[in-house]
C-alpha cells in the first residue's frame, strides 16, 4: 500500500503533498493532505479522490449545493485515474461519501418549523419559501474526519 501511494505522489509531482493523519485538499495552500500510513485500499482511493479535487483546481464555494457537485467530480476524477494503479474504487465506497454530504445538505436545507426543504439564501443563511422562516447556518463544511480537527476555522478544506 505504501508503494502505491508513493507511485501515485511520484505521478503527480507537481501536486504539493503533505503527510497528515486525515484527507484533505486545500485551495488555500493548495495542498493534497494524505494518510502516511494508509491501513486500507479505501485510503488510496481517498487519495485519488483529493487529488481529484487539486487536479480540477476546485476553489472555495458558496452554496452547500456547490460542495456536492465538486465531490462527484472529484470522484470522477478518481475513478479515471484509478485505472492506471489497477484500481477499481467501489462504487458503494463512493455512494457512502455522497451521502455523508447529501445527509448535510438535507438537514441545513429543512425548515426548523414546517420541514419543508428550503432554498439558501446565502452562504450562511436559508429562507423556507413556505412559512418564510429564516435560519443561519455555519458557513461551510468540511469532511467528515477534517471537521473534528478544525472545529473552529472556517472551511478552507474537502
Ligand atoms: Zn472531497
Ligand atoms: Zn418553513
Not at 488510496?44 to 467530480?73: P, Q, S, T
Not at 445527509?103 to 436545507?109: E, F, G, I, Q, T
Not at 418564510?132 to 478544506?157: D, F, G, L, M, P
Amino acid at each position: 500500500m505504501k508503494n502505491i501511494i508513493d507511485t501515485i505522489r511520484n505521478d503527480f509531482k507537481h501536486l504539493n503533498f503533505v503527510e497528515d493523519e486525515i484527507f484533505f485538499w486545500s485551495p488555500k495552500n493548495q495542498e493534497v493532505h494524505f494518510r502516511k500510513n494508509p491501513t486500507s485500499e479505501a485510503d488510496v482511493w481517498r487519495l485519488l479522490h483529493e487529488i481529484g479535487h487539486a487536479v480540477l483546481d476546485h476553489k472555495r464555494y458558496n452554496l452547500d449545493i456547490n460542495l456536492l457537485h465538486l465531490e462527484i467530480a472529484a470522484w470522477e476524477e478518481a475513478k479515471r485515474n484509478s485505472g492506471r494503479y489497477g484500481m477499481i474504487i467501489s462504487e458503494d465506497h463512493i455512494q457512502d461519501c455522497l451521502d455523508t454530504y447529501r445527509d448535510w445538505l438535507y438537514k441545513r436545507s429543512t425548515c426548523p418549523d414546517c420541514l419543508n426543504t428550503s432554498l439558501q439564501n446565502t452562504s450562511n443563511s436559508y429562507n423556507c419559501f413556505n412559512c418564510n422562516n429564516s435560519w443561519k447556518v455555519s458557513a461551510s463544511r468540511t469532511c467528515r474526519t477534517y471537521r473534528k480537527k478544525q472545529k473552529a476555522s472556517a472551511i478552507e478544506a474537502f
